[in-house]
Nanobody, 116 residues
Framework: EVQLVESGGGLVQPGGSLRLSCAAS????????MSWVRQAPGKGLEWVSA????????SYADSVKGRFTISRDNAKNTLYLQMNSLKPEDTAVYYC?????????WGQGTQVTVSS
């Protein structure tokens, strides 16, 4: 069974940092692009960042560029999102996802709340 499990969310003050993790199982992790997507309260899904299978190519939404860093550990089948200089507008549920054939697989999400 293909499975993605996010962790690492929580409550953090503006300017703080968090590192999200996404543990993958049930597929050949090393073969796939991985992405992070978020959904703020009352809003639609927003793509955040993506990384290629080898980890050498990354991309970011303008809203997080320079503050967030995506990475992966293929030996541990784990995707990461290091989030620095967090802002209240980063408050959202963060999901990792992967497209396998024509199917998008999503984790259950992890809540990030940025508030003083």
């Amino acid at each position: 069974e293909v499975q993605l499990v996010e962790s690492g969310g929580g409550l953090v003050q503006p300017g703080g940092s968090l590192r999200l993790s996404c543990a993958a199982s049930g597929f050949t992790f090393t073969s796939y692009y991985m992405s992070w997507v978020r959904q703020a309260p009352g809003k639609g899904l927003e793509w955040v960042s993506a990384i290629n299978s080898g980890g050498g190519s990354t991309s970011y939404a303008d809203s997080v560029k320079g503050r967030f860093t995506i990475s992966r550990d293929n030996a541990k089948n784990t995707l990461y999102l290091q989030m620095n200089s967090l802002k209240p507008e980063d408050t959202a549920v963060y999901y990792c996802n992967v497209r396998i054939a024509a199917l998008w697989v999503w984790g259950q999400g992890t809540q990030v709340t940025v508030s003083s």
